[in-house]
Structures are given as structure tokens and as C-alpha cells.
Nanobody, 122 residues
């Protein structure tokens, strides 16, 4: 089992920045690929970003490419999502997730956090 706890969400004006954190505990964090997803009200959950166990490879949804950066610190068992140039359409609950193998689809992830709310005002 891997337990994931997100933090760092909040209310920010358009154009602002937030950094989300996801602290992991349980099984060896460094063995898992990590991802961030989000779900806006009335919409399906969507992929945001993913990072390999080593941090050597990242992948982003087109909607966030160039604005968001995913990173990880295996010593701290934490994955981050730096979000810059935020837009109102980025408003959603953001979830981190862990996968045994490289994955970008939500169904391929094994463990999920409870989410943190991000609200971007116009």
C-alpha cells in the first residue's frame, strides 16, 4: 500500500502560481511512477502530468505544457506540481497518484490521494 496526501491548493488570481505537494508513505516511493490528475465540477477526471520513478522522464497534457512542471524528491518521498500562469480553467480538485509502471491513463494508476482544491479567479 502507498498512502498519498496532497497539499498546497488554494485560491489564486489568474496569472498567479501555486505549488502542489504530494507526500507518500508506505511502500518504496522511488519504485513508483507518479502522476497528477484533476477533476473540475461536472467534468471527467483528466491527466495533467506524470514523472518516472527516477525523474528522468516527464509528460504533460497539452493544456498545461509550458506552464506546469512536475518533479519529485525521492529522499523526501514527495512529488510536486509547480503551476504557473494559472487560468480560471485550471480550477479543479487535483489528485496525485502512484503507478507501478509508467502510465498516463488514470486506470493504470494503483494508488490515489484524496485531492486538493485549486481555484483560479479571473
Amino acid at each position: 500500500q502507498v498512502q498519498l496526501v496532497e497539499s498546497g491548493g488554494g485560491l489564486v488570481q489568474a496569472g498567479g502560481s501555486l505549488r502542489l505537494s504530494c507526500a507518500a508513505s508506505g511502500r518504496t516511493f522511488s519504485r513508483y511512477a507518479m502522476g497528477w490528475f484533476r477533476q473540475a465540477p461536472g467534468k471527467e477526471r483528466e491527466f495533467v502530468a506524470a514523472i518516472t520513478w527516477s525523474g528522468g522522464r516527464t509528460y504533460y497534457a497539452d493544456s498545461v505544457k509550458g506552464r506546469f512542471t512536475i518533479s519529485r524528491d525521492n529522499a523526501k518521498e514527495t512529488v510536486y506540481l509547480q503551476m504557473n500562469s494559472l487560468k480560471p480553467e485550471d480550477t479543479a480538485v487535483y489528485y496525485c497518484a502512484a503507478a507501478r509502471l509508467w502510465a498516463v491513463r488514470g486506470t493504470e494508476y494503483d494508488y490515489w490521494g484524496q485531492g486538493t482544491q485549486v481555484t483560479v479567479s479571473s
